[in-house]
């Protein structure tokens, strides 16, 4: 049961592990897993219920006869929502609970009357789709004349690839046909509609990219070649001005021209997911090149030191470059997790360890704060900096939003997530990308069984233990992070002579015995960081990171204006860990200064400078 299956991509250095056959253990992942599981899953159908995002397909199948509500994407949100239901219900062992065997295919089961709400909606879905395939809410009875009218605008292929790979993996977790089914059904027709003129199709691309990571996934499952070539036109048309020739589509430039993201970025990163899984099964290596300079120009001029992708709220789109503003910046939550997804493909086809670096630190500071402690409060926009002021900026987390995409796109990224601590290579390695509490169970490319024991109370502490069971010859790759200045190993108690280069994999062959005991030791120093100085809003700021973490300051724990705090570099803060406080974190404390005006400014905004700068006020601040 695999998010992205490489088993058989040809240019795929690393094959996928189940999500089954991770354990979570730990008290960082484990607990908000199954929190997804009892409270944001339940919460969500309760939103989608009362949104009528259920109803409009109550209704196109005839059932009820209230009017159809929302908007014409909100057909996604409840194939995201099941999408997550379905993985959330195979790694219940992470709690303790039942076990499935790690396969491709697994037989589970969900809970009472959630798992009857769950099969409602999914016959809801079937009894709504078209005798010719055709499925969507939005164009059905008097607006059915609109299907495939406008592209650009109404979503139906984006909604049409959330349903496929639901339906894939609603088989992949239950073995149960019927979604897929209805998925090759809309697929057939989508591949039978759209294509060149000549061939008597219609030419065209989506407004919204999400359909062609779906229908790659579609081929890895049944191997039929024309899902995959349709997947390859759908990218190949972008930039002919088929929706408009404009950047907010990305459609005013062909694919391998580009040298820098524009437009929506949701859509642009979406596309860069479906450029990778194109190459891992095309092998075209114009594709490599040009993710690989959308990359290299994306980390070094468009990204938020969260990880966040997404400067402007017009056209919830990238900036120029070194625009990125802290107060005002969109920085979407499914922005971050797309860019989750693509650099989890950049690993698997290149093995390159900055890829890993940058997934791991848009997970923890990018992704996870779009979810709230208690697990049904979401962030849309994230911005960096929030005075709590007006109602019109001040930022909140929200039950749910109009337009939902974000929730339950946070609910599949998440319930899905075991399935990236580790990948397999076929010259029989275990690579270990993501570190937590946990117990991995698989079977070796020869045939070995393996089973890992890791413990650690990463990412508040570095040191990582690995204990092997049973005896198998088998490479580790363990990851390196890049933000750690002096990794060191040990077996069985004794130091490995080892070089370590941060921000690489690490491998270590041997025959290992039963019981033998790997630790990796990650010192975790407090970072401090500063900006280009071409980013000009972060003139004389600076952030801290520790481990994978970053830190913000917020007035509930220091007193007076934020605005005024200085800090001297020369000092740096200690920690804390604090086991109680918001299920467990280590806080950061330093000295700092306040320096409030010499005389009050009278209501002017510009006066003479001070000569002689203000007597400063001292005290410890505290980061969280």
């Not at 049961?1 to 088993?7: D, E, L, Q």
């Not at 939005?138 to 339906?167: P, S, V």
């Not at 759908?234 to 001005?241: I, P, V």
Request: proline share 7%; aromatic share 10%; with cysteine.
């Amino acid at each position: 049961m695999f998010v992205v299956n490489t088993t058989h991509s040809p240019q795929a250095r690393l094959r996928p592990v189940s999500v089954n056959a991770v354990t979570l253990t730990d008290e960082f992942w484990a607990p908000r897993l199954q929190s997804l599981r009892e409270v944001t899953l339940p919460t969500q159908l309760a939103q989608i219920e009362q949104t009528g995002r259920l109803d409009n397909f109550r209704h196109a199948a005839g059932w009820v006869s209230t009017p159809r509500k929302g908007f014409v994407y909100d057909d996604s949100d409840v194939y995201k929502w099941l999408e997550a239901v379905f993985w959330s219900s195979v790694h219940r062992n992470a709690f303790g609970r039942s076990t499935v065997k790690a396969t491709e295919v697994a037989t589970t089961s969900l809970p009472g009357e959630f798992e009857q709400r769950v099969d409602g909606a999914i016959e809801a879905i079937l009894a709504a789709q078209q005798p010719d395939g055709y499925l969507n809410t939005a164009f059905m009875d008097d607006k059915a004349a609109q299907r495939w009218t406008n592209l650009r605008d109404l979503h139906e292929l984006y909604c049409a690839g959330h349903f496929i790979q639901a339906a894939i993996t609603h088989y992949r977790t239950t073995a149960d046909e019927k979604l897929l089914t209805a998925a090759l059904r809309l697929s057939d027709l989508i591949c039978t509609t759209f294509g060149l003129a000549e061939q008597g199709k219609i030419p065209g691309v989506p407004g919204h990219q999400e359909i062609e990571i779906a229908l790659v996934e579609l081929y890895r499952l049944t191997r039929d070649l024309k899902y995959l070539e349709q997947a390859q036109y759908f990218l190949d048309a972008r930039g002919r001005g088929l929706i408009g020739g404009n950047p907010y589509h990305q459609d005013h430039k062909p694919y391998r021209t580009l040298t820098r993201h524009a437009g929506h970025a949701v859509r642009a990163l979406y596309m860069n997911i479906a450029a990778a899984d194109l190459y891992l099964e095309t092998g075209d290596p114009t594709l490599l090149e040009t993710l690989t300079r959308l990359w290299v120009h994306a980390t070094s001029r468009q990204m938020y030191i969260t990880g966040g992708f997404g400067a402007r709220h017009s056209g919830e789109s990238f900036g120029d470059d070194y625009e990125l503003p802290n107060g005002r910046a969109y920085a979407e939550t499914c922005a971050a997790i797309a860019s989750v997804m693509w650099n989890y493909r950049m690993v698997i086809l290149t093995c390159d360890a900055r890829y890993t670096d940058l997934l791991e630190h848009t997970l923890y500071n990018a992704v996870l704060p779009g979810l709230s402690a208690d697990a049904q409060h979401y962030f849309y926009v994230n911005p960096l900096a929030n005075d709590g002021g007006d109602v019109t900026i001040a930022h909140r987390r929200q039950p749910w939003f109009p337009c939902a995409c974000c929730p339950p796109n946070l609910a599949r990224l998440l319930a899905s997530l075991p399935c990236y601590f580790y990948s397999l290579s076929d010259d029989n390695a275990l690579w270990i990308h993501l570190y937590a509490d946990n117990t991995v169970n698989l079977t070796l490319p020869d045939s070995m069984p393996l089973t890992l024991e890791v413990r650690t109370s990463y990412p508040w502490q570095g040191d990582i233990t690995l204990t092997t069971r049973g005896a198998a010859t088998f490479a580790l790759h363990l990851r390196l992070p890049g933000w750690c200045p002096d990794p060191t190993l040990t077996l069985n108690g004794s130091p490995l002579d080892h070089s370590l280069t941060p921000g690489t994999y690490h491998k270590i062959s041997r025959t290992w015995t039963d019981g033998d005991s790997l630790t990796l030791h990650l010192p975790m120093p407090v970072r401090i960081l500063e900006s280009h100085p071409a980013v000009a809003e972060n003139t004389g700021k600076i952030a801290f990171q520790r481990g994978p973490v970053l830190y913000c300051l917020e007035s509930a724990d220091n007193p007076g204006n934020l605005d005024d705090l200085y800090f001297d570099p020369a000092q740096p803060p200690t920690t804390q860990h604090h086991p109680d406080l918001l299920g467990g974190l280590t806080t950061l404390h330093f000295p700092a200064q306040h320096r409030p005006p010499t005389h009050p400014w009278n209501n002017h905004l510009y006066r003479p400078l001070t000569p002689h700068p203000p007597t400063p006020h001292l005290l410890t601040a505290t980061a969280i």
